[in-house]
T-cell receptor, first 112, second 113 residues
Framework: QKEVEQNSGPLSVPEGAIASLNCTYS??????FFWYRQYSGKSPELIMS????GDKEDGRFTAQLNKASQYVSLLIRDSQPSDSATYLC????????????FGQGTELSVKP | DTAVSQTPKYLVTQMGNDKSIKCEQN?????MYWYKQDSKKFLKIMFS???????INETVPNRFSPKSPDKAHLNLHINSLELGDSAVYFC????????????FGQGTRLTVV
């Protein structure tokens, strides 16, 4: 069974700090990786996608991918209370096109 | 304009009933999905259609039947509802069946009593 694993949290950080969210996956040939943010009672919203090893930055968000270690992470700089949400890591199943396999999500709480 | 819209947003029904959830996307995407999110927030795919063709059919009870009248619509019909069917059901779409990002609808919270 292909899996994506995340720490469920909650991860609590003070406002202004860096929040670090981690994800590991079991399918070595996975090629596409996504981070979704889900506020309570809302739908998942894509915030980052990454396809190659290294870092990808978008504003306060940085995604990091290490395919050799089968590890993808999301860093949120200058965390804000509005960043408080559940962050879902998702990996494409390469055998089934657009199918996304999700981790169980990490709940982030940013304290003012 | 809402990109992926599903109705209803909330659905409360009794065990044994049959219900449908509708989904429409106006993004011009070829591929649509149904995902189920359980009480622990775990999101898992159920079905996927590409241009009205079923391409992903996960291990779900055959009481669940998707229908895609055209590539902009994907409905989910559930027969003989059970308590364990209570969850949030999300419709999503993506440009094509390749590995690209999915856009989610607002979800339908189904409660079976």
């Amino acid at each position: 069974q292909k899996e994506v694993e995340q720490n469920s949290g909650p991860l609590s950080v003070p406002e202004g700090a860096i929040a670090s969210l981690n994800c590991t996956y079991s399918d070595r040939v996975s090629q596409s990786f996504f981070w979704y943010r889900q506020y309570s009672g809302k739908s998942p919203e894509l915030i980052m996608s990454i396809y190659s090893n290294g870092d990808k930055e978008d504003g306060r968000f940085t995604a990091q991918l290490n395919k050799a270690s089968q590890y993808v992470s999301l860093l949120i700089r200058d965390s804000q209370p509005s960043d408080s949400a559940t962050y879902l890591c998702a990996v494409n199943d390469h055998n089934q096109g657009g199918k996304l396999i999700f981790g169980q999500g990490t709940e982030l709480s940013v304290k003012p | 304009d809402t990109a992926v819209s599903q109705t209803p947003k909330y659905l409360v029904t009794q065990m044994g009933n049959d219900k449908s959830i509708k989904c429409e996307q106006n993004l011009g995407h070829d591929t649509m999905y149904w995902y189920k999110q359980d009480s622990k927030k775990f999101l898992k795919i159920m079905f996927s259609y590409n241009n009205k063709e079923l391409i992903i059919n996960e291990t779900v009870p055959n009481r669940f039947s998707p229908k895609s009248p055209d590539k902009a619509h994907l409905n989910l019909h559930i027969n003989s509802l059970e308590l364990g069917d209570s969850a949030v059901y999300f419709c999503a779409s993506s440009r094509d069946r390749g590995p690209n990002q999915a856009f989610f609808g607002q979800g339908t919270r189904l409660t079976v009593v």
